[in-house]
């Protein structure tokens, strides 16, 4: 059972930063892709950026220019550095883990990122 944790949520002005990290219990070597994705209120959750075991990455047109996802396998950790941030990036974010092989998925307990002046 491979635990998740976030950090790095909280309040920031609209056109700031934030960098959101994802701590694992267990090496992420051997991932088939780990998945940033955010739940809006009243929204359905999506999809706002992947990266691969290979390293190759993709984002939602939303955020393509404005977010980077890496990850530091000698930390166990992968991160979402969130720039020009908008109102409308209000959410909570969640990380998601996919192994290689067994194809198991786990996620985080999510954290806050709320946009506003």
């Known amino acids: 059972q491979v635990q998740l944790v976030e950090s790095g949520g909280g309040l920031v002005q609209p056109g700031g930063s934030l960098r959101l990290s994802c701590a694992a219990s267990e090496s992420i070597f051997n991932i088939n892709k780990m998945v940033w994705y955010r739940q809006a209120p009243g929204k359905q959750i999506e999809s706002v950026a992947t990266?691969?075991?290979?390293?190759?990455?993709n984002y939602a047109d939303s955020v393509l220019g404005r977010f980077t996802i890496s990850r530091d396998t000698a930390k166990n950790t992968m991160y979402l550095q969130m720039n020009s941030l908008k109102p409308e990036d209000t959410a909570v974010y969640y990380c998601n883990l996919v192994l290689r092989g067994s194809g198991s998925a786990y996620w985080g307990q999510g954290t806050q990122v709320t946009v506003s002046s």
């Open positions: 990266i691969t075991s290979g390293g190759s990455t």
